[in-house]
């Protein structure tokens, strides 16, 4: 590994937060008190949060200062205005709702475009979004690639939407059983994957030719940027912003969850093109969120993910943010740990099928894995397989997703390369005893979004 292509750290460090390391007797009295759930750990008794890039981001000086500029009026506050204009002038979109988070926006965007028994096609599911979708009759259709599900084929564009695919749903429901065309970029589940330019632009022109729409995840699209212009022919000397302004140029409409790449701790927003489904969704925002001009925001809220959303589409700071998660990844891949390939942009991925291989995926593996890597070191990950996608809700079997993973991801601006060394020796020192990692089985298993809050005892043989 050559650490000259990895750059440092581009901001200076202002303000710290300690952090401590729980010592492994009490780590297993919190893991066995947590019920295996990387979830259900108090915070106070994490060294290395990794569980998740959601929220957890560090704001700069100018989001902190933009805080005390929040207008807190009921209605018609200029954050929203600023809000509204950075958000046309990056995405393109006219109409803008804000919402509390991501699934807010889904929550409506699912209410106002699903007639019940509509097919919703998508690269791969993300939790939240496939409820929202479920929940509102729609049914869910991946259509993601084949080499997504593949966690050892190491391609560009991994997340990229099969378009015969799309096609043959397409022929075989009716276009006007589908209810809108979902694309993520990045994806989530498949490793933080991103989509390709082309295959946006061919999405778009199958999506017109039978007069579909097309809605974006436009959660971690900074980092999908970045991807494009790296690796896309045609888009090395454009800028961030350029890229995003293109991608977005071939959507209706999307919904973020700012709490990602915008780079702030709450937020979201559902974005459109079009003013009559505008009208429909400012009706429910109302009666979900609050009043259009705030949604699910306060004043101060709308202004930080205004200025976040401009600076992560600094190249200096996406550079880093991408590479930091590839040099943690490197370190695995060196050592011989099983991870997703190539490594996405906002978390290595284990993948805990081969780390885990003496397990069956109905122990849980991944959970199992998780769960462990909190004893070995005290660092918090998060798992992303057979928990996570729950049960189809009309059999009730599990879902069994090829992709049996477990997540370590990277909050932005919040740790140095020293702590993904010492992430990369955490996980090296488990693998080199994995089979003493053992199955779980619940014993609490909730209804919905089962993977937040169920609980876990492990299996003795
Ligand atoms: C791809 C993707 N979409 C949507 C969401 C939901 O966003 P939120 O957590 O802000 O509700 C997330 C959150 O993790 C996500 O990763």
Not at 20 to 28: A, I, L, P, S
Not at 78 to 86: S, Y
Not at 254 to 259: L, V
Not at 407 to 412: C, G, S
């Amino acid at each position: 590994m050559d650490i000259r292509n990895y750059p440092a750290e581009p901001f200076r460090i202002k303000a710290v937060e300690t952090v401590k390391m729980v010592n492994k007797e009490d780590r297993e009295k919190v893991i066995k008190e947590a019920g295996y759930n990387t979830f259900l750990i108090d915070s106070e008794d994490v060294y290395i949060d990794l569980l998740t890039d959601s929220g957890t981001n560090a704001m700069s000086d100018n989001q902190w200062a933009g805080l005390m500029q929040g207008d807190e009026a009921y209605a018609g506050s200029k954050n929203f205005k600023h809000l509204e204009d950075t958000v046309e002038e990056v995405f393109g979109f006219p109409y803008l709702i804000p919402t509390h988070q991501g699934r807010g926006a889904e929550n409506i965007l699912s209410t106002i475009a699903i007639k019940p028994g509509q097919y919703v096609p998508g690269n791969m599911y993300f939790t939240t979004t496939r409820y929202h979708q479920e929940a509102n009759g729609g049914i869910f259709v991946d259509i993601i690639r084949d080499e997504a599900h593949d966690a050892a084929l190491d391609m560009p564009f991994k997340g990229d939407i099969d378009l015969k695919k799309l096609e043959k749903l397409i022929e075989e429901k009716g276009a006007e059983n589908i209810a809108y065309i979902c694309l993520a970029v990045t994806v989530n589940l498949a490793g933080g994957q991103p989509v390709s330019m082309q295959n946006m632009k061919d999405v778009r022109g199958l999506a017109d030719k039978h007069g579909i729409q097309v809605y974006y995840d436009a959660t971690r699209c900074v980092e999908n940027a970045y991807f494009i212009k790296e690796q896309e022919e045609g888009y090395a000397d454009k800028t961030i912003k350029e890229i995003v302004v293109e991608m977005f140029s071939y959507a209706d409409g999307a919904t973020m969850s700012g709490k990602k790449d915008g780079i702030v701790n709450i937020g979201g927003f559902l974005a459109l093109r079009d003013e009559k489904l505008f009208q429909e969704a400012r009706e429910l925002v109302v009666v979900f969120e609050g009043m259009p001009s705030y949604g699910g925001m306060t004043g101060r809220d709308m202004e930080a993910l205004a200025i976040g959303l401009k600076e992560s589409m600094q190249f200096e700071y996406i550079e880093h943010r991408i590479k930091q998660v590839r040099y943690l990844g490197e370190k695995l891949k060196d050592a011989g740990v099983p991870i997703v390939e190539p490594v996405g942009g906002h978390a290595v991925f284990l993948d805990a099928r081969r780390f885990c291989s003496h397990l069956e995926q109905e122990e849980f593996p991944a959970q199992a894995l998780a769960a462990n890597l909190y004893l070995e070191s005290g660092v918090r990950s998060m798992e992303r397989g057979i928990v996570s996608a729950g049960r189809n809700v009309e059999t009730g079997e599990n879902h069994k997703p090829k992709l049996e993973t477990v997540r370590l991801t990277i909050p932005r601006r919040v740790y140095t390369y020293r702590h993904m060394d010492l992430v990369a020796d955490s996980v090296i020192s488990l693998y080199k005893h994995k089979e003493d990692i053992k199955g779980l089985k619940f014993v609490y298993e909730p209804k919905k979004l089962r993977f937040f809050t169920a609980e876990f005892e492990e299996i003795e043989k």
